[in-house]
């Protein structure tokens, strides 16, 4: 099946410095890549939709100017999170379609985040 | 006190034994439905999934089942065994790729 890599798989921060976390589609291209953020026993959390070529689109709640997107190619997306806090510590995941017709989507192993 | 979020509903199954996990979803104009696995510390791994002009669909050892009535996923999996312990979350798909997910269910296997 299609892959999807993240790096890094895990990062540790002081609070107030920024983090950059990379999502790659390495057998496909992706115009669309979603990221998600998930706390420890929950459940997956929608925070964006990365557009290839266009700014991103946030969900509800996510403030933009601390999670920055940028959809650098068909292949690479990245999530910034800009003056982390120890709040944002979470594990980040993203995924993307594989535009083959289907809505099949592959998700990255993820990025653990921790913020000290 | 007691942690609000904190707590994954949990199904413990003996091996060999089949195992049911149920979802509802909330969204009556979602027209694709998918089952993702999740291993501790790594990102969602596809399973089966299902559109909703089906009401049931088989894979490997597991089976789908959509009840659009009452807005309600089952997951089936058959002679459970070790390797198939961890958390499972359905999926809705609500618009162009983004997916709602549902609160997961622990899934432990006894040997």
């Known amino acids: 099946g299609a892959v999807v890599s993240q790096h890094p798989s895990w990062v540790i921060c002081k609070s107030g410095t920024s983090v950059k976390i990379e999502c790659r589609s390495l057998?496909?291209?992706?115009?669309?890549m979603f990221w998600y953020r998930q706390f420890p026993k929950q459940s997956l959390m929608l925070m964006a939709t990365?557009?290839?070529?266009?700014?991103?689109?946030?969900e509800q709640g996510v403030e933009k100017d601390k999670f920055l997107i940028n959809h650098a190619s068909l292949t690479l997306s990245t999530l910034t999170v800009t003056s982390a806090h120890p709040e944002d510590s979470s594990f980040y995941i993203c995924?993307?379609?594989?535009?083959?017709?289907?809505?099949?989507?592959?998700f990255g192993p993820g990025t653990r985040l921790t913020v000290l | 006190g007691e942690s609000v979020g904190l707590h994954l509903p949990t199904l413990s199954v003996q091996e060999g034994d089949n195992s049911i996990i149920n979802c509802a979803y909330s969204?009556?104009?979602?027209?694709?439905f998918i089952w993702y696995k999740q291993e501790s510390g790594k990102g969602p791994q596809f399973i089966i999934d299902?559109?909703?002009?089906?009401d049931k669909r088989q894979g490997q050892r597991v089976t789908v089942l959509l009840n659009k009535t009452v807005k309600h996923l089952s997951l089936q999996i058959a002679a459970t065994q070790p390797g198939d312990s961890a958390v499972y979350f359905c999926?809705?798909?609500?618009?162009?790729?983004?997916?709602?997910f549902g609160q997961g269910t622990e899934l432990s296997v006894k040997p």
């Open positions: 995924s993307a379609p594989t535009g083959t017709g289907t809505d099949t989507q592959y």
């Open positions: 057998d496909f291209q992706a115009t669309t």
């Open positions: 990365s557009n290839e070529g266009s700014k991103a689109t946030y």
């Open positions: 969204n009556s104009a979602s027209d694709y």
């Open positions: 299902i559109r909703s002009n089906m």
């Open positions: 999926a809705e798909n609500i618009q162009g790729g983004k997916l709602i």
